[in-house]
């Protein structure tokens, strides 16, 4: 676990903020104020990832970053499990305690399902989605064939199978504090203009023993264990949410999230939404082109907020 006040050399000079309604000291950012934009964080990043995004959207927005049990700067109990069930359970405890509403969602990696699993429990809080290389599943028929072809071709997913198998896996995840830029060259990770000592310590440090690796861990093994459970929204939330308005920008140089694989499922999920695809970015394009990332939600938001406010004034 970070310390709270750690600001990695000012780079990220948000002030902590925590709550326990999950059962836990979770971290999240909380800058700003207007419409709420939900930020969520995959594998193995943190409220880190959004830091560029942050500063773009706070002077005009309510900007919400919260870590995951077991990353960042948030807990890592011993004594939980860390499949995807467990992390919107821990959303969804958040959302409420902070009484969080007309969310506009932005969902990066396994943020993806963990928001889809919120929308999918309280469709009556989301306004908008942002998926940013972040898969939106939502109890489509097609998920398990597309993430059984992702897997496939994934050097990532591919990985997770043969170290879950042969054992090795919590011995290598546990090195993350070590080993995290050779996971994110792993996943796609193109801008090394951004290696410096300052920022691997920024993504390193959430994982400074085995035992604090936990929540990385769980993410990987819960797919090669299949322990991982998706929500399956129920009628009405599937029709609410396809009314959104919706954008998904997807680097398309993601080795680890094919772009053909998961925009189908976005499409389906949304069809009033618009896709954009990020030539050159991979699999971390808040890092590797973050203005991009920023305009493009920024456009995305003002393009849509008369119609967010409408539907709020409903």
Same mark, same amino acid.
């Given at each position: 676990?970070?310390?709270?006040?750690?600001?990695?050399?000012?780079?990220? @000079?948000?002030?902590?903020?925590?709550?326990?309604?999950?059962? !836990?000291?979770?971290?999240?950012?909380?800058?700003?104020?207007?419409?709420?934009?939900?930020?969520?964080?995959?594998?193995?990043?943190?409220?880190?990832? !959004?830091?560029?995004?942050?500063?773009?959207?706070?002077?005009?927005?309510?900007?919400?970053? @919260?870590?995951?049990?077991?990353?960042?700067?948030?807990?890592?109990?011993?004594?939980?499990?860390?499949?995807?069930?467990?992390?919107?359970?821990?959303?969804?405890?958040?959302?409420?305690?902070?009484?969080?509403?007309?969310?506009?969602?932005?969902? &990066?990696?396994?943020?993806?399902?963990?928001?889809?699993?919120?929308?999918?429990?309280?469709?009556?809080?989301?306004?908008?989605?942002?998926?940013?290389?972040?898969?939106?599943?939502?109890?489509?028929?097609?998920?398990?064939?597309?993430?059984?072809?992702?897997?496939?071709?994934?050097?990532?997913?591919?990985?997770?199978?043969?170290?879950?198998?042969?054992?090795?896996?919590?011995?290598?995840?546990?090195?993350?504090?070590?080993?995290?830029?050779?996971?994110?060259?792993?996943?796609?990770?193109?801008?090394?203009?951004?290696?410096?000592?300052?920022?691997?310590?920024?993504?390193?440090?959430?994982?400074?023993?085995?035992?604090?690796?936990?929540?990385?861990?769980?993410?990987?093994?819960? !797919?090669?264990?299949?322990?991982?459970?998706?929500?399956? @929204?129920?009628?009405?939330?599937?029709?609410?949410?396809?009314?959104?308005?919706?954008?998904?920008?997807?680097?398309?140089?993601?080795?680890?999230?094919?772009?053909? &694989?998961?925009?189908?499922?976005?499409?389906?999920?949304?069809?009033?939404?618009?896709?954009?695809?990020?030539?050159?970015?991979? &699999?971390?394009? @808040?890092?590797?082109?973050?203005?991009?990332?920023?305009?493009?939600?920024?456009?995305?938001?003002?393009?849509?907020?008369?119609?967010?406010?409408?539907?709020?004034?409903?």
């Amino acid at each position: 676990m970070i310390a709270a006040h750690e600001t990695f050399d000012g780079t990220f @000079p948000y002030r902590p903020h925590f709550s326990t309604a999950a059962g !836990f000291r979770q971290h999240y950012v909380d800058e700003g104020s207007g419409p709420v934009v939900l930020c969520l964080h995959g594998e193995p990043t943190w409220g880190y990832l !959004f830091r560029d995004l942050v500063r773009r959207l706070a002077p005009t927005h309510r900007v919400v970053v @919260p870590d995951h049990m077991g990353f960042g700067k948030s807990a890592t109990p011993a004594d939980r499990t860390y499949w995807l069930q467990d992390h919107v359970d821990n959303l969804e405890a958040l959302v409420l305690d902070l009484g969080l509403r007309e969310l506009t969602l932005v969902l &990066h990696d396994f943020g993806g399902p963990v928001g889809m699993g919120l929308a999918a429990r309280r469709p009556e809080l989301i306004a908008r989605v942002v998926s940013v290389n972040g898969p939106t599943p939502f109890g489509q028929p097609g998920l398990g064939a597309a993430l059984a072809a992702n897997a496939a071709e994934s050097p990532w997913f591919g990985w997770i199978a043969r170290a879950h198998a042969d054992g090795s896996l919590d011995a290598v995840l546990g090195e993350l504090r070590h080993t995290v830029l050779s996971t994110l060259k792993l996943n796609g990770f193109e801008n090394n203009a951004l290696i410096t000592d300052t920022w691997l310590a920024a993504y390193g440090a959430a994982f400074p023993s085995p035992a604090e690796a936990a929540g990385a861990i769980g993410w990987a093994k819960g !797919f090669a264990a299949g322990a991982h459970t998706f929500e399956t @929204p129920g009628a009405e939330a599937r029709a609410a949410l396809a009314a959104l308005p919706a954008l998904a920008l997807w680097g398309t140089a993601d080795r680890t999230l094919a772009a053909r &694989h998961f925009l189908p499922l976005f499409a389906e999920a949304f069809p009033r939404g618009r896709a954009v695809e990020l030539p050159g970015v991979g &699999h971390y394009s @808040p890092e590797d082109a973050p203005e991009t990332v920023a305009e493009l939600v920024e456009r995305f938001l003002a393009e849509t907020a008369a119609e967010t406010r409408a539907r709020g004034a409903a």
